[in-house]
């Protein structure tokens, strides 16, 4: 069927190191990934998307990568922040029943100590 | 520019009770859709549109109705709610459905108690 796996569930970190949220797809046909940011009591808020036609991107101190062969695509961020805390949501983008649906993942909730 | 509005921005409702969730967009984008997202899970679609005057159906649309008379509304309707239907529901919007574009923006949400 369709749907994303996102893991780690929880992460947590020291400030200043980097964190890694992988996600994996079920839809090779799909072409679009972004990531969502959300705070808590907030609205989730795109950070950060990638298109299948590359296989990196980065803004800042994020970067996101996409193997298609794999069906796999990953967050990184560097130098984390305790601003950085949050929970963050993949997804992919499917073709079903005469649209494009945006599959979530289920969710990492950062925590990054200070 | 408000980009995408929501309300009430909570609501506590008694089961059996009738409620609409009302969403405007500014923004002038073609495509709406109304998510949920419970305790500890990601969003799930509860329906979509794709431009004013067509909607559909998402992945739990079971309980729910919506209507598309304009580009900028996009109200979500519960006939006869139910405590299941307690949830945090977003609403979203991007330029179009079926081809690029398909960033979503999201709306600041609506908390909804049933009891």
């Known amino acids: 069927g369709e749907n994303v796996e996102q893991h780690p569930s929880t992460l947590s970190v020291q400030e200043g190191d980097s964190a890694v949220i992988k996600c994996t797809y079920s839809?090779?046909?799909?072409?679009?990934f972004p990531w969502y940011k959300q705070e808590l009591g907030k609205r989730p808020q795109l950070i950060i998307d990638i298109r299948s036609n590359v296989g990196e991107k980065k803004d800042q101190r994020i970067a996101v990568t996409l193997n298609k062969t794999a069906k796999h695509f990953s967050l990184h961020i560097t130098e984390t922040q305790p601003e950085d805390s949050a929970v963050y949501f993949c997804?992919?983008?499917?073709?079903?029943?005469?649209?494009?649906?945006?599959?979530f993942g289920a969710g990492t909730r950062l925590a990054v100590h200070p | 520019i408000a980009g995408i509005t929501q309300a009430p921005t909570s609501q506590i409702l008694a089961a059996g009770r009738r409620m609409t969730l009302r969403c405007t967009q500014d923004m002038r984008h073609n495509a709406m859709y109304w998510y949920r997202q419970d305790l500890g899970l990601g969003l799930r679609l509860i329906h979509y549109s794709n431009t004013a005057g067509t909607t559909g159906k998402g992945e739990v649309p079971d309980g729910y109705s919506v209507s598309r008379a304009n580009t900028d509304d996009f109200p979500l309707t519960l006939a006869s709610a139910v405590p299941s239907q307690t949830s945090v529901y977003f609403c979203a919007s991007s330029a179009a459905l079926t081809y690029s574009p398909y960033e979503q923006y999201f709306g600041p949400g609506t908390r909804l108690t049933v009891t």
């Open positions: 839809d090779s046909a799909s072409n679009y």
């Open positions: 997804a992919a983008i499917m073709f079903s029943g005469g649209y494009n649906k945006l599959i």
